[in-house]
Nanobody
Framework: QVQLVESGGGLVQAGGSLRLSCAAS????????MGWFRQAPGKEREFVAA????????FYVDSVKGRFTISRDNAKSTVYLQMNSLKPEDTAVYYC????????????????WGQGTQVTVSS
């Protein structure tokens, strides 16, 4: 089992920045690929970004490329999502996820999920 706890969400004005953190415990963090998804009210869960176990490869949905950066610190068992130039359409609950194999955009391919953290961007 892998337990994931997100933090860092909040309310920010458009154009501002936030950094989300996801602390992992349980199985060996460094052997898992990690990802971030988000879900806005009335919408499906959407892939945001993923990073391989080594940190050597990262993946992003087109709408956040150039604005968001995913990174990890295996020594701290933590994955981060730095979000810059935030837009109102980024408003959602952001979920951290982990999987041994997946880095793709299908949420059902990920085994472990955090409880989510709310990000609200005001215009």
């Amino acid at each position: 089992q892998v337990q994931l706890v997100e933090s860092g969400g909040g309310l920010v004005q458009a154009g501002g920045s936030l950094r989300l953190s996801c602390a992992a415990s349980g199985r060996t963090f460094s052997s898992y690929n990690m990802g971030w998804f988000r879900q806005a009210p009335g919408k499906e869960r959407e892939f945001v970004a993923a990073i391989t176990w080594s940190g050597g490869s990262t993946f992003y949905v087109d709408s956040v490329k150039g604005r968001f950066t995913i990174s990890r610190d295996n020594a701290k068992s933590t994955v981060y999502l730095q979000m810059n130039s935030l837009k109102p359409e980024d408003t959602a609950v952001y979920y951290c996820t982990a999987d041994k194999y997946s880095t793709d955009s299908a949420y059902y391919n990920y085994d472990y999920w955090g409880q989510g953290t709310q990000v609200t961007v005001s215009s």
